[in-house]
């Protein structure tokens, strides 16, 4: 064939998958709405055979800056550092007619070591793997920005907060305990750090969804850590605290209460990374122009409000979709339901004592309720790009609390202290040396003149010849900075005379009070998962020993929380050993009570081929025109009612939707049979399909919103949730049936569909 009329063809081809790409992207575009398309463009039946250029990524992605390794802009799209050309190659460049067959001699002779492609092919893939990290090892981070809203400008020098400044940012949700392989909705602390790329160098904002932490010294570090982690000589249980030796320590370290507490509480299984608090943990110091200083605790507000999941759904979850946050936060961003969080700040006065309200401001233990100090608005977050590569961009991010501009500096928290060395070290051995900051996802956007020679992986071209100050050789440069040249300044902050100890102050020792406050925050539902939580956990621990341990430790939180938990483990509630603290309930520590926009929540739809077309349209325009995903559920795939079925009965699960809508009252499919799906082998009357009945149910038990029009009430009624029944709505359009439906999603699940006990 003509090469030019093969090119020709090619370019032909892909033009037309390009806009078969923009159309199956577009929102308007019928049955091609739903996130989650693997790729660019459609794939084709037959192994495609004519050559072309690699395609383009999805138009949801977006790569590292094209920066160089010292932090020049290039102006260069990001795809410069992606794959190029139409043909396989070696990794110098060489072009490869067979990568399926080693060399040998004789088709069934030995493989040759002459073969220099499988060598490299076979080495590469060796190493294709780097060290997970020792925590917070699975995670999915993308793209964004942060506007600052100027109102932090009296406070901090920092540009970036300054008044419709925009910088971009990357930020990595992740778990703490488990393996990179692990799953997304088990119970622990959640990571929520934020790469700042500021033209003033990188601000590292390394948070985690829990306020306290569960030492006040980091020198406890690899001990909690180490008892979180499975246990040595059976590596297990993974991603998980429900066993010995985490409790083990927890009783007896006690000032892991509070934060325990607030893992046993639904913060431990956030709904979404995208309606997920951040904190910032530790104090930090801002400083201003004239060089006041003032102490801060940082804040995430996610626009979306603070939602968990419901224990059993997590676990349902944890087997039907381990990558369900990854998944959520991915699909929501291709979708365009931008996740948005406001940065806010509690402002303190940097006193000598560094307290406030009598609450030490150097104890990552502790919290300052928002009614003594309001969180202060400085800046908001919005992640719109997902990443291209997961490992160059996700897996390679390196975080480090040191990162800092001028106008923010750290404390003399001893849980800060130590994380200003670990963070830096640990990308030592992870990343291959110490040129970590060159890898692209880490490059700052600012100019890098740091003599740093050499060592494993230098991407950096050093010119010159004086890699040393001061120098004359290299005409003196680079130069150190002043004040007005916007250099870093540590804070002078004046260290009092003292002796040299192994001690914590003694206002570390209050280990109780504040995980009372939080207990008696909770609303009454909350409490009563609190208490499921303990009672699970405990339950799985082997020693009753150090059930009683903790028994005692919550004794001295709140009389109810023991009693409720020691019935459920069968043991005797202890009395506590001291009064208990006289405090102040916070509003602001529950996640119950408000109203909240219901942006990117997806909506199971059941359908069968009954259902009428026109009202099963109005209804997914109604769910789309909302920010929301409709996902049609129907006994079979393809064309059902006039849209394409995104799941079937067989694939869908009720932990994947957060309000279900039956538009049909479906009929046991010809694959309803248990022996070949599980769930078909639901309760039910026989009248509708058992695997609908099963998602009524869970729904149900998982206090989601249920609405039916049309045909699907009868199904509802069915499944029997009763007339009265909070959350479960009738109606006898779509339209109306939406509205209802929406009011109920705002406020994200109908807790009061199950009364508690505990008051």
């Known amino acids: 064939m003509d090469m030019s009329k093969a090119a020709s063809q090619t370019a032909e081809a892909l033009g037309k998958g390009l806009k078969e790409a923009k159309d199956a992207l577009d929102p308007t575009s019928e049955g091609n709405v739903v996130p989650g398309r693997p790729n660019a463009v459609p794939p084709t039946v037959e192994e495609p055979t004519e050559p072309h250029d690699p395609l383009p990524p999805k138009p949801d992605q977006r790569g590292a800056a094209t ?63 780097i060290p997970e990290r020792v925590v917070h090892a699975r995670g999915a981070a993308v793209h964004g920005y942060f506007e600052g809203y100027g109102t932090a400008s009296e406070l901090t020098v920092a540009k970036f907060l300054g008044e419709g400044v925009r910088t971009p940012v990357f930020t990595r949700f992740s778990t703490v305990l488990g393996s990179r392989g692990s799953a997304d909705t088990v119970r622990d602390t959640r990571g929520f750090a934020t790469k700042f790329y500021t033209e003033e160098g990188n601000f590292d904002l390394v948070a985690n969804n829990i306020p306290v932490f569960f030492i006040q010294d980091g020198i406890k570090f690899p001990d909690v850590i180490h008892a979180g982690k499975p246990h040595p000589d059976r590596e297990i249980p993974q991603a998980q605290s429900a066993h010995d030796t985490f409790w083990d320590f927890v009783s007896l370290h006690t000032e892991a209460q509070h934060h325990a507490l607030w893992n046993m509480s ?40 603070t939602h968990s999941l419901d224990w059993e759904e997590a676990q349902l979850i944890n087997g039907v979709d381990p990558d ?51 969180v202060q608005p400085i ?63 880490n490059r700052p956007h600012a100019p890098v003149n740091d003599m740093f020679r050499e060592g494993f992986h230098q991407h950096a071209d050093h010119e010159g010849v004086a890699p040393y100050k001061p120098n004359s050789l290299d005409g003196g440069c680079p130069f150190l900075a002043g004040t007005l040249e916007g250099a870093f300044a540590d804070t002078p902050v004046r260290v009092p005379e003292s002796t040299k100890v192994r001690e914590n102050p003694t206002s570390f020792d209050d280990h109780f009070t504040q995980a009372r406050l939080f207990w008696l ?31 005692q430790a919550l004794a001295q939180i709140d009389p109810v929380l023991c009693q409720e938990v020691a019935t459920g483990l069968g043991l005797p509630a202890p009395e506590p050993t001291e009064p208990l603290a006289d405090v102040v309930p916070s509003a602001a520590l529950s996640q119950v009570g408000g109203t909240w926009p219901a942006d990117g929540r997806m909506i199971g739809i059941v359908v069968d081929d009954t259902t009428d077309p026109g009202e099963l349209q109005t209804l997914r325009e109604a769910v789309f025109g909302a920010g929301m ?23 869908a699960r009720s932990v994947e939707f957060d309000a279900l809508v039956l538009a049909a009252a479906p009929v046991p499919a010809p694959d309803a049979i248990p022996a070949r799906d599980a769930k078909a082998g639901a309760t039910g009357s026989g009248a509708l399909d058992p695997r609908v009945s099963l998602m009524i149910e869970e729904c149900w038990r998982h206090a989601k919103a249920i609405g039916a029009f049309g045909a699907g009430v009868a199904a509802l009624n069915e499944a029997d949730p009763g007339e009265a029944t909070p959350g479960v709505v009738r109606a006898d359009d779509p339209a109306s049936l939406f509205t209802e439906l929406q009011t109920l999603l705002s406020q994200h699940r109908v807790w009061h569909r199950f009364p508690p006990t505990v008051a």
């Open 67 to 129: 920066r160089t390794a010292t932090g020049a802009p290039t102006e260069a799209p990001d795809r410069v550092r992606a794959q190029q050309g139409a043909y396989l190659t070696t990794s110098t460049g060489a072009r490869l007619r067979d990568t399926d067959h080693s060399l040998k001699a004789g088709p069934r002779g030995p493989t040759l070591l002459q073969d220099h492609h499988l060598r490299e092919k076979i080495t590469h893939f060796d190493h294709e793997r």
């Open 266 to 305: 639904d913060r431990g299984i956030p709904r979404s990374y995208r309606m997920m608090e951040g904190f910032g943990v530790n104090t930090f110091r801002l400083v201003n122009a004239e060089g006041a200083t003032t102490l801060v605790k940082f804040h995430w507000k996610p626009m979306l409000g």
């Open 324 to 374: 369900f946050h990854r998944r959520d936060l991915y699909d929501a961003i291709e979708a365009g339901a931008f996740p948005q969080w406001e940065l806010g700040i509690q402002v303190f006065p940097d006193n000598e004592e560094q307290q406030f309200e009598g609450i030490d401001l150097l104890d990552a233990t502790k919290l300052v309720p928002e009614e003594l100090a309001p």
């Open 379 to 441: 800046g908001r977050l919005t992640l719109d790009a997902n990443p291209k590569n997961f490992f160059a961009e996700v897996e390679q991010v390196a975080f480090h609390p040191g990162n800092l501009p001028p106008g923010i500096d750290v404390t003399d928290d001893p849980l800060l202290q130590t994380r200003l060395f670990s963070y830096i070290d640990t990308q030592l051995t992870r990343l291959g040396g110490p040129n970590f900051n060159q890898i692209p996802i």
């Open 521 to 551: 925050s909770m609303s009454p539902v909350e409490k009563e998962h609190i208490i499921r939580a303990y009672t699970f956990e405990l339950g799985k621990c082997y020693e009753d020993a150090i059930k009683e341990r903790q028994l």
């Open 629 to 651: 995903v409709p996902l049609v559920v129907a006994p079979h795939g393809g064309q059902v009612a006039g849209a394409t079925a995104q799941r079937t009965f067989a694939t």
